[in-house]
């Protein structure tokens, strides 16, 4: 069994940053990919960022790019997204994801089969 946690969320005024971390238990976490994923309110939750098991960050939304940043540190079990110069419209739950056994990353929200509880992040205009 995989359990993630997030934590981090806050209230933040526009342009300012909070960093979010997952915090995983289970062995399996130094070779799995981990996807970061955002829910606002009536809409449906979509793919922010993926790390890859080697590393590598992937962003999936255009608006976030030179903004988010997502990294991994393996030795504590968690996995991080660094968000800069937040808007509005970055208001959202923030949710964390993983896949058991999987290396590589997908934007379906249906590839990953653990979730965490979510975080919540409100950017103040």
């Known amino acids: 069994q995989v359990q993630l946690v997030e934590s981090g969320g806050g209230l933040v005024q526009a342009g300012g940053s909070l960093r979010l971390s997952c915090a995983a238990s289970?062995?399996?976490?130094?070779?799995?990919?981990m996807a970061w994923y955002r829910q606002a309110p009536g809409k449906e939750r979509e793919a922010v960022s993926c790390i890859t098991s080697s590393g590598r960050d992937l962003y999936y939304l255009d608006s976030v790019k030179g903004r988010f940043t997502a990294s991994r540190d393996a030795a504590k079990n968690t996995i991080y997204l660094q968000m800069n110069s937040l808007k509005p419209d970055d208001t959202a739950v923030y949710y964390c994801a993983t896949k058991r056994g999987s290396t590589v990353c997908s934007a379906s929200s249906t590839w990953y089969n653990y979730w965490g509880q979510g975080t919540q992040v409100t950017v103040s205009s």
């Open positions: 289970g062995r399996i976490f130094s070779i799995n990919a």
